[in-house]
C-alpha cells in the first residue's frame, strides 16, 4: 500500500515536471527544485527517469524538453512548405496595412511573401530584423530601418539583445511574426533563444501584433517560447485550422483570420 502510494505520488510529480519542462523550453535543476518542493537529489532521478523515457535531455545545471520540438529548416526549404497557404496568408495581412503605417517584418518565410506584396508601396515605414526582406524591399520607396544585431546566419535574421538599441527607440503600429511553432498551451515559439528575445521586445514595442503562420505548425512546440496568446491581436491562418481551437482564441480575444 505504502509503496504504490509512493509510486503515484513520483508519477503524478513527475508529469508536473514534464508540463513544467515542456511550457518552459528549458529549465534549470533549482528552479524544478523550489517549484516542486523536492530535493536536488530527486529532481536529478526524476529526470535521469524521463530522458529514459525520451521526454527530455539533461543538460548541465538542468533540462530540455524533447516533446514535439521542432528542429528548424534552412529558409528555402520552409518557403517551399505549405507555399499556397502562406500566399492567402500574406494576401489577406496585407488588408489590414493602412497607408501611413509603420510595420515591423520579421523573418519568416510567411511574412517574406507579404514582404513581397510591399514592393510597390511607397507610404509606409518597414522597420525589419530581416536582411532578406531588406533586400526584397530595397529597390523601393519605402522607409526601411534595419534593427542591427547578431547575424543568425540559418534565418538570416538579426537578433538577440543588440537589437535592443534601435528597438527601444521605436514605436510600429503593426508588428507581422512568423513562428515555427504554436498552440493555446505553449503560445508561440521558436528554435532560438536570441530569437525569441528580440521577438518579445518588438510585441512590446507594436500597437497590434499579428501572428501569420498556417495550420501545419498548430500543436507544435519549439526550443524557445516567445509569449502567450494574451500578447497577439490577430492570427490569420488557413481554413485547416480546427475550428474548435480558432473558437477558444477568439474567447481570449483573438481575432482569428482563416484564409
Known sequence: ???????????????????????????????????????????????????DEGRVRRVHGGAISMESRLEESGFD?????????????????VK??????SIFLDGGSTVMELASLLADRSDLTVVTNSLRAATELSNSRLRIILTGGELRLLSQTMVGPLT????????????????????????????????????DLVQKQARQVILLADSRKWGKVSF??????????????????????????????VKVRLV
Request: net charge positive; aromatic share 4%; glycine share 4%.
Open 164 to 199: 535592443r538599441a534601435v528597438l527601444d527607440k521605436v514605436r510600429v503600429d503593426k508588428a507581422f511574426m512568423g513562428t515555427m511553432g504554436f498552440s493555446i498551451e505553449d503560445g508561440f515559439t521558436t528554435t532560438d533563444p536570441n530569437e525569441a528575445f528580440t521577438k
Open 1 to 51: 500500500m505504502v509503496t504504490e502510494l509512493r509510486t503515484d505520488l513520483a508519477s503524478q510529480r513527475r508529469e508536473r515536471m514534464r508540463n513544467l519542462i515542456r511550457q518552459a523550453g528549458i529549465v534549470r535543476v533549482e528552479d524544478l527544485r523550489r517549484d516542486l518542493k523536492v530535493s536536488v537529489a530527486t529532481v536529478r532521478r526524476d529526470l535521469e527517469a524521463m530522458e
Open 224 to 253: 524557445s517560447r516567445v509569449s502567450g496568446f494574451d500578447n497577439v491581436d490577430v492570427l490569420i491562418t488557413d481554413k485547416k485550422f480546427p475550428a474548435k481551437d480558432a473558437r477558444a482564441l477568439r474567447k481570449q480575444d
Open 77 to 93: 526549404t520552409k518557403t517551399g512548405l505549405a507555399s499556397k497557404e502562406k500566399r492567402l496568408i500574406a494576401a489577406e495581412s
Open 96 to 101: 489590414l496595412i493602412s497607408s501611413g503605417d
